[in-house]
């Protein structure tokens, strides 16, 4: 069955596989992308057991704090967002030893879980204006970056600050 959705990426050729989900009712929404994001976690969990090597694989939340929201009392109801956020939290920490990664798109990266921002490694950052979201990458960054991250709230459309392991100073 997950081939059929995703695909084999036979030939060792790589596939891209984008699944639009935007037609799904938005009560149902995190169910679905946390059975989603369970069954690929679970198929690269099996497919490194059988075979000894791993099948590269990149999970993309696009909108990310929709999915792996920050846990609060308000929103803690041990309902669909929680089991959403506990599955790719799961992900996060352990999906690298099974060849999965996991790259999160979001404005609002205050409002992401902190066990998978905690597990980030590098951060492509465009215009920041929040203030919550500006100390969080603050927080998150070298002391070395402090000059650059000021420019967050100014940056220019089409411009990004990138840091972290993705390169060896963070730079524009």
Same mark, same amino acid.
């Given at each position: 069955?997950l081939?059929?959705?995703?695909?084999?990426?036979?030939?060792g050729?790589?596939?891209?596989?984008v699944?639009?989900?935007s037609?799904?009712p938005?009560d149902v929404?995190?169910?679905?992308?946390s059975?989603?994001?369970?069954?690929?976690f679970?198929?690269?969990?099996?497919?490194?057991?059988a075979?000894?090597?791993t099948m590269?694989t990149?999970?993309?939340?696009?909108?990310?704090h929709n999915?792996v929201?920050r846990?609060?009392?308000?929103?803690?109801d041990g309902?669909?967002g929680?089991? +959403?956020?506990q599955?790719?939290?799961?992900i996060a920490?352990?999906g690298?030893?099974?060849?999965?990664g996991?790259m999160l798109?979001?404005q609002r990266?205050?409002?992401?879980?902190?066990?998978?921002?905690a597990? +980030?490694?590098s951060?492509?950052?465009h215009?920041?204006?929040?203030?919550r979201?500006q100390?969080?990458?603050t927080?998150l960054s070298?002391?070395?970056s402090g000059?650059?991250?000021?420019?967050?709230?100014?940056?220019p459309?089409?411009?990004?600050i990138?840091?972290?392991i993705?390169?060896?100073?963070?730079?524009?």
């Amino acid at each position: 069955w997950l081939h059929g959705l995703l695909g084999r990426g036979e030939g060792g050729k790589g596939q891209i596989t984008v699944l639009d989900l935007s037609l799904v009712p938005s009560d149902v929404l995190t169910t679905v992308v946390s059975v989603l994001g369970r069954l690929v976690f679970e198929a690269a969990q099996r497919y490194r057991r059988a075979y000894r090597v791993t099948m590269p694989t990149v999970l993309v939340l696009e909108e990310a704090h929709n999915f792996v929201e920050r846990q609060s009392y308000e929103n803690d109801d041990g309902g669909q967002g929680a089991r +959403c956020r506990q599955v790719f939290e799961k992900i996060a920490k352990e999906g690298r030893k099974f060849g999965v990664g996991l790259m999160l798109s979001s404005q609002r990266p205050a409002e992401l879980s902190p066990t998978i921002v905690a597990q +980030c490694n590098s951060f492509l950052l465009h215009r920041i204006v929040n203030d919550r979201d500006q100390e969080l990458v603050t927080r998150l960054s070298p002391d070395s970056s402090g000059t650059l991250l000021k420019e967050l709230p100014s940056l220019p459309t089409q411009k990004a600050i990138l840091m972290g392991i993705a390169t060896e100073i963070p730079l524009v």
